[in-house]
């Protein structure tokens, strides 16, 4: 039992340092598993022994992972992205196989070998890849489309591969390709009749099921019971001769069909997440250095096959389906890596002896090098994508071109980055006020829906330093990012206030956990929808037990002040007479940029004295550095932002002292 619990404290603490390490450099954690594994295994440090308990435990990763999917699987989906999904994946994984089949009769290996390890390499990495596309909200682009169609099909094709490997390992008795079939052909049978059983039974019964078990309103209940469905299906499938994850996927099929579906999807994700992380432990524990370094030029070669003709073959492929070059290529270089579900194969086929050791050992590392290079190809697949495609240099210049004509007469407008829902109820506001505006996004049916409508919204990426030039930045009066997402707000601050140091951004998030970080990137002012939800919810909360309006608008307003600085004062008067009446008398802000031989260069805060003229200096940017509380000591330099309030007529009389004296 000591020894046990040894065990499991450095498999906990190796993987939290490893996954922590791997979070703050911005790379995927299933990255620091295979790490973890590969330096406390058996055949590095040793401080993780080989145990037929820890892969039995690793296995479940497996099978959740494979539930998940099942809940992902959508017909309706399916059917909108059909010539992707079995078009384009099904020849990428088919031409996979078979060309890895080649490559391992060339080489001296058995067929069946071939075969599975041509499953294996077909696969890419989802959980890699889908993340990086979301980070870069590319999941609706062009090449994010196909990446997610040949992806979807990956998934797929692993139930049948699953089928297929210990298929293989009946099969070498020496009759060769007729007892594969007759083996494959049983397997089928059995795998169709298990199905349709489940299938037919499950679709009835899921249903009214679920809705028993949730009527009794209680939580632990209801983990339980996916529990229950999840490893019961996974155990029937087993029984009948086919794979645990192939249970689990069917039952993660049935559930989707059911309304339960994102509930489920989020209490399962604790243990599928623990669980897929020890899956990879376990795989990087199988990796043994000493055959690597024995056969290191091997390891490399396939390395550099492996992820370069992979990307290649699905460029091309790509290509021959219609994408155009800077697609295809952004396509490719996002699929040249190995995928989760390949070392599930290749487990499979390392345990069912269809792969002898040191061609297992030499796959498995390159597989598992490809899949530490996959971020940083990844990262780099814009730059390679316009300097191999002379297309995509003439596309883009064509697609800025067109938005800059959009954009050519706009003066004093707004740039708004994303027209969601927040975006386009910022626009009707505008709107009323008579503001001018322009909104970027690169959702084509979004656009065309807008556009049809008359709305003034055009394709492009706002994280882009042209695009933004493009949409009229340095003749705008403010830019507003809509969407909650603070890697490509990072990305549009620095882009914009390097443009434009004087033009004011605000930023949407969701929360107040990256405030900070986006304040001192140079954001003017950041909206957390958490704060103004909770703000909305005490107002009706408080006017329904009676309290007065004005002691709620009071009260909000206080909330509001404290929370954001450039409301300080703002709201004063909100409920009184002359709300309504003085327009120049009520009070705005503006950002005032000291040029070079500005008055106010060198001097301070106190000695300008702009508090006597009813002026009040809320905020100072310094090199996209925001000050909210300037003291009378603060001392004025070239190239800062002054932000000032007050009523437009001391606005102007303060702007002309700062720049005149």
């Keep these: 039992m000591p020894n046990t619990l040894q065990f499991v404290l450095i498999l906990l603490a190796a993987a939290v340092l490893v996954v922590v390490v791997f979070r703050l450099l911005r790379l995927p954690p299933l990255l620091g598993y295979l790490l973890v594994g590969i330096l406390i295994g058996p055949h590095a440090l040793g401080w993780l022994p080989e145990a037929k ?37 099904s020849a990428q994984v088919v031409v996979t196989l078979l060309l890895v089949m080649l490559g391992a009769l060339l080489a001296g290996l058995d067929w069946r070998a071939g075969l599975a390890l041509g499953g294996a390499l077909a696969m890419s990495s989802t959980a890699i890849v889908s993340k990086m596309l979301a980070e870069k909200s590319e999941l609706n682009s062009l090449h994010g489309r196909q990446v997610i169609g040949v992806l979807l099909f990956q998934d797929l094709a692993v139930v049948p591969l699953l089928i297929l490997v210990p298929a293989l390992a009946q099969s070498t008795g020496g009759e060769g390709a007729d007892t594969l079939a007759v083996t494959l052909t049983a397997a089928l049978v059995n795998a169709s009749l298990v199905l349709v059983v489940i299938l037919f039974l499950g679709q009835r019964l899921m249903r009214p099921w679920f809705h028993l078990v949730a009527a009794q309103k209680s939580s632990e209940l209801f983990m339980l019971n996916i529990l229950l469905i999840t490893l019961g299906l996974a155990w029937i ?25 994102y509930q489920v999807e989020e209490d399962i994700k604790p243990f599928r997440d623990v669980l897929l992380g020890l899956f990879f432990v376990t795989i990087g524990m199988m990796l043994d250095l000493h055959i690597v ?28 389906f219609g994408s155009e070059p800077g697609a295809a290529i952004r396509t490719g270089l996002h699929l040249g890596q190995a995928g989760e579900f390949g070392f599930v194969l290749l487990a499979q086929a390392g345990t069912f002896q269809v792969v002898d050791a040191p061609s297992l050992q030499t796959v498995l590392a390159a597989m598992v090098l490809s899949m ?22 003439m596309h883009q210049a064509l697609a800025l071109t067109t938005l800059a004509a959009q954009t ?23 709107e009323r006020e008579a503001i001018p505006f322009i909104a970027l996004d690169f959702d084509p049916q979004r656009i065309r829906e807008a556009a049809a409508a008359g709305e003034s919204v055009v394709f492009g990426d706002a994280a882009k330093r042209e695009v933004l030039i493009a949409a009229g930045l340095m003749r ?33 998030t969701l929360d107040d956990s990256d405030i900070d970080k986006l304040k001192r990137a140079g954001a003017a002012e950041v909206v957390s929808e958490i704060m103004e939800g909770s703000l909305m919810l005490a107002s009706h909360a408080l006017m329904l037990l009676g309290t007065p309006l004005n002691r709620v608008l009071k009260h909000i307003r206080e909330a509001r002040e404290e929370r954001y600085g450039l409301f300080r004062g703002f709201y004063r008067g909100i409920t009184d007479d002359a709300a309504d009446g003085g327009e120049k008398a009520q009070m705005r802000l503006q950002g005032v940029f000291i040029a070079h031989g500005a008055a106010a260069i060198g001097m301070t805060l106190g000695e300008l004295g702009l508090a006597d003229m009813a002026v009040e200096v809320t905020a100072v940017r310094r090199r996209n550095i925001r000050g909210l509380a300037p003291s009378d000591d603060t001392r004025l330099q070239q190239g800062d932002v002054v932000v000032l309030r007050g009523n437009a007529e001391n606005l102007a009389a303060a702007e002309i002292k700062l720049m005149q004296g």
């Design 53 to 89: 308990e820890t892969s039995h435990l690793a296995e479940f990763g497996v099978v959740f992972l494979m539930f998940s999917i099942g809940l992902e699987f959508s017909l309706s989906k399916l059917l909108t992205m059909k010539r992707l999904v079995f078009g384009l994946g």
């Design 237 to 261: 499938t087993e029984i009948a001769g086919l794979s645990l994850a192939l249970g689990a996927f069917l039952a993660g099929m049935l559930i989707s069909e059911t309304e339960y579906r």
């Design 372 to 393: 530490l290079a996959a971020p940083f190809v990844i990262q780099r697949s814009e730059k390679l994508a316009r300097r191999f495609s002379a297309a995509e240099w």
């Design 476 to 508: 705008a009066r403010a830019l507003v990012i809509s969407y909650a997402d603070t890697a490509s707000a990072l990305r549009i601050l620095s882009n914009a206030l390097a443009l434009r140091p004087d033009l004011p951004v605000i930023v949407r």
């Design 408 to 430: 050519m007469h706009e003066e004093g407008h707004v740039v708004i980055c994303g027209y969601g829902r927040s975006g386009q109820n910022l626009s009707r506001l505008l």
């Design 293 to 320: 370094a024995a056969n290191f030029a091997w390891v490399a070669l396939l390395l550099v096959l492996l992820v370069a003709a992979k990307a290649l073959l699905v460029m091309a492929l790509a290509k021959g």
